[in-house]
T-cell receptor, first 112, second 118 residues
């Protein structure tokens, strides 16, 4: 069965510190990988994606993600967190069959 | 402004009373899809559509219907809602169809429709 796992319900980090939000996946074939962010009472917004090529992908608002094929992981990172980064983050996988699978979400709390 | 519009944003209804959640996009996207968001489960795909008159089931299609008679509209129909369909629903679109090019696949989401079935 296809699945996406975000093992942490919540991540707490101090402003200015680096942050990591973890994602692992289990799908057949070579999936496309995404990160989306959701602010309160809003729809999801695209952050970045991995299709092929360099394992380190850079996206919006200073976020980046590292693809690791052997570990089937796609962790989201940012060198220096901002309070405004506090939100709900979703990892997603798109399969060859035009279906999308999302993780359960990780709430990021950045404290001043 | 390029956007996906869902209506209603909030709805409280009773078991068995048919309802429709509308979704419209103004970006001429081919691909449209519906998701439900539940705590601890993330988003799960209900149905998707590759183009007009082409729809297919996602992971959790039971209790839902969709139609795609026009490219811009993709309504979600609950023929006989039940309490376990209480959820936050999102419509999303993308162009071209996912997988056709590296520039594709990015979903644009609506603001969400919070549905409560009593």
């Amino acid at each position: 069965a296809q699945s996406v796992a975000q093992p942490e319900d919540q991540v707490n980090v101090a402003e200015g510190n680096p942050l990591t939000v973890k994602c692992t996946y289990s799908v057949s074939g070579n999936p496309y990988l995404f990160w989306y962010v959701q602010y309160p009472n809003r729809g999801l917004q695209f952050l970045l994606k991995y299709i092929t090529g360099d394992n380190l992908v850079k996206g919006s608002y200073g976020f980046e993600a590292e693809f690791n094929k052997s570990q089937t992981s796609f962790h989201l990172k940012k060198p220096s967190a901002l309070v405004s980064d506090s939100a709900l983050y979703f990892c997603a996988v798109h399969t060859n069959f035009n279906k999308f699978y999302f993780g359960s979400g990780t709430k990021l709390n950045v404290k001043p | 402004e390029a956007q996906v519009t869902q209506n209603p944003r909030y709805l409280i209804t009773v078991t068995g009373k048919k309802l429709t959640v509308t979704c419209s996009q103004n970006m001429n996207h081919e691909y449209m899809s519906w998701y439900r968001q539940d705590p601890g489960l993330g988003l799960r795909q209900i149905y998707y559509s590759m183009n007009v008159e082409v729809t297919d089931k996602g992971d959790v299609p039971e209790g839902y219907k969709v139609s795609r008679k026009e490219k811009r509209n993709f309504p979600l129909i609950l023929e006989s809602p039940s309490p376990n369909q209480t959820s936050l629903y999102f419509c999303a679109s993308s162009s071209p169809n996912p997988g056709r090019s590296s520039g594709a696949n990015v979903l644009t989401f609506g603001a969400g429709s919070r549905l409560t079935v009593l």
